[in-house]
């Protein structure tokens, strides 16, 4: 049981994915993101090696429904695997196998795929849609971060009578370049997207700091100082 | 302000980090591990391109002396930065860049760096390889997170106004796949490597479970079931 969007900043070109589960630590499995190449997303019963591989046939050049027949033909379980994969220019595939426990399902919208398992139903997909869409000019990380508190919102992961909270969440959108620009986890916690959320919120402020002192650190402030100058300013605020 | 043991383990050849900060979201940084190649950490004034730079020149067939030196060649702010680089054949070389703050600083061991800056003194580094070596029958990933607890009850890290906590760490190790057999994090917190060991030892209970349901999801028992079973056995051994 997980619900996940992929999405694509049709204006900057980024791309990236947001997820929300009850299993622990899914931030530890979402390597497919790749900067100018797509994202490619394997879930439900995972295949651990399909993410690097269809990253891998996407910078091939391959489009994804292709890459996703690739898969379907390199792995015996591809029936309870759910995929979704994007390329850069927006171009999408996705996969609900039929093994997939629970309500399962996928669907797709401008620059996004939004797909989960186990989930209370359809209106989930719905939530997370309509959180990815609600505000098309933000960064792509808050759009992302929207869809999934959407999904949650809509009800989240379990039949009506038996509910399954987030115990992990992630997000991660990669820019132009090798590294992510925004990796965020919560990998054991009791409704984690709200934690999510609060270190999603936290690490924006921090993020033009951190990048200034790797391309000019002869001018970066310690972190101390810059962490003491952050809680006068939030009293500030508060005030 | 950053201590971090970084490894290759002789007897698997996996390679692995263990890192605790009180920057957040560390994790984040922690881009240099590939499996069959080797590992890499840029610290203290991160340049985010190194880690996967040196991958690549590590794949390429460079020595760890020589991919530092290519690290130096091609960053103009080189002396900010705290570098460890080791190979697939255990292979170390590492640096501390004079413009480091604080107490900064290195030592190598057998396939291992452990390495420091904005720091108590030179002991935590001392205390993580000696954690590091103390326990060489126990499973690689404890090995690391032995060592970053080593570190931190060696006084840690100490800023302009004393001891500083962990807010973030993470512990990843990487085998024979692309993708990480082990990346565990913990993004923003008070006690982040207490918060991390409880995560490794949560999800240690997990681990053969998720494995299983990956290779053989047909008689994979719903995770809640699982849950519940874990719970009960917990509760017997009480």
Sequence with gaps: MTYSVIGRCKRTGRLGLCIATYSLAVGGRCEGVAANVGVCKTQAFPNRTNDPLGIKLLAQGYRPAHVMEILAGNDSEHGFRQVAIMDRDGWVAAHTGPGCRGWAGHKEAADCVALGN??????????????????????????LMRAIEGGRDAGGQGPVDAHRTERSAAIKVVDRRDFPDVDIRVDVHETAVVELRRVLEEFKLYEEFYRGRDTDPSKAIPQDVFVKKLDARRIKEQA | MTFT?????PKTGQVGIGIATYSITVGLYCTGLRGNTGATMTQAFVNQGNNPLALRLLAQGYTPDHVLAELKANDSNHEFRQIAVIDRLGRVAACTGPKNRGWAGHVIGDGYVAMGNVLAGKPVVDAMAEAYEAAPEISFER?????????????????????LAERSAAVMVYGD?????????????????EELRRTFEEYELYRGYYRERSRNPKEAMPQYAFVQALARKQEAAR
């Excluded at chain 1, 505000?135 to 990380?141: G, K, S």
């Excluded at chain 2, 057999?181 to 917190?189: I, N, S, T, Y």
């Design chain 1, 118 to 143: 186990g989930l209370l139903g359809p209106q989930v997909l719905d939530g997370m849609i309509a959180g990815f869409l609600a505000h098309p000019d933000d960064a792509l990380e808050y759009r």
């Design chain 2, 5 to 9: 043991l970084l490894a290759r383990c």
């Design chain 2, 143 to 163: 090995r690391l997170l032995a060592a970053i607890e080593a570190g931190r009850d060696a006084g840690g890290q100490v800023g302009n106004d004393g001891h």
């Design chain 2, 177 to 193: 796949y692309d993708h990480a057999e082990l990346d565990l994090r913990v993004d923003l917190h008070d006690k982040a490597v």
